[in-house]
Structure formats: C-alpha cells, structure tokens
C-alpha cells in the first residue's frame, strides 16, 4: 500500500476511535534500528475502553485484518499523550493526529 493511502487508514482509524469512543486518539509510525520492520502505533487515552470495550476490540480485530490484507503492522496501545512527545514525533514526520 502507497505511503499517502497508508497514513489515510491510519487517519480513519483515529477519527472512529475518536468520534466512536469520545477520547483522544494518535498513530506514530515506527520501526526497527535497522529499519527491517515499521508499524503504525493507534494511541488511546482511555484504559476503560482500551482494556475492555468489545466494540473496540471488534473493531481492533477489523483493523488488523485490513492492514495485514495490504501489507503494513498496527499495534493499539493505552498511552498519556505528552506534549513534548508528540512534538517530537510530529518534528520527525512521524505523527497522525485529528486536529
């Protein structure tokens, strides 16, 4: 999958978690030191959901199967957002946020 359709599955993920769930929602891609392995990190700010919402987990499970289908990893997490990070992250072209 192009580079531009993957970060805009990455952007509609974030706007359903976002509109569907009520809490803040991120991706920061990632890889391997050697550069071997990249994935998408889904942050969300919400444990309650991120631990035990079954709409989250079926969707987390469709998404899984889309991004496997066109070749490219997600991982979900629970995370604070700090600011620092996320500038950070955005310094280095690595952030998908809804704003």
Not at 44 to 71: C, P, Q
Request: proline share 2%; net charge positive; glycine share 4%.
């Amino acid at each position: 999958m192009k580079k531009s359709s993957e970060r805009a599955f990455v952007l509609k993920i974030i706007k359903t978690i976002e509109k569907v769930f009520g809490c803040i929602a991120y991706g920061v891609h990632d890889q391997t030191p050697s550069g071997s392995y990249k994935w998408w990190t889904i942050c969300i700010d919400n444990a309650k959901v991120y631990m035990s919402d079954n709409r989250f987990k079926s969707l987390i499970k469709a998404w899984h199967t889309e991004s496997k289908k066109n070749g490219y990893s997600l991982l979900f997490a629970y995370c604070n957002p700090s600011e620092e990070n996320l500038k950070e992250f955005a310094k280095h072209d690595r952030l998908i946020l809804n704003v």
